[in-house]
Nanobody, 121 residues
């Protein structure tokens, strides 16, 4: 198991940017696929982006959600650009020990507590 702690959320105006961080501990970080998901009030948790240990990545909105990782720092990042009010949600970091990236919530078995992102119009 790996422990995950997100940070970097907050209140931002539409059009702005944020960088979320997720620090991992307790596991061999480089073995994990890392993902970001989000959940808005009354909605299901949805995929945002994921990255493998080797850097293969996928994103739900290419160019606006940019995922990266620093294996030396055991940290994964999510850069969110051109924020819109619909991006308001709790953003969760997740991890799973596998080779290929996954978009599926149920594939991930390690979750952080989440960080709130609120976008004002």
């Amino acid at each position: 198991q790996v422990q995950l702690v997100e940070s970097g959320g907050g209140l931002v105006q539409a059009g702005g940017s944020l960088r979320l961080s997720c620090a991992a501990s307790g596991g061999v970080f480089s073995r994990y696929v890392m993902g970001w998901f989000r959940q808005a009030p009354g909605k299901e948790r949805e995929f945002v982006a994921a990255i493998s240990w080797s850097g293969d990545k996928i994103s739900s909105v290419k160019g606006r959600f940019i995922i990266s990782r620093d294996n030396a720092k055991n940290t994964v990042y999510l850069q969110i650009n051109s924020l819109i009010p619909e991006d308001t949600a709790v953003y969760y970091c997740a991890a799973v020990s596998r080779v290929r990236v996954s978009l599926q919530v149920n594939d991930y078995d390690n979750w952080g507590q989440g960080t709130q992102v609120t976008v004002s119009s």
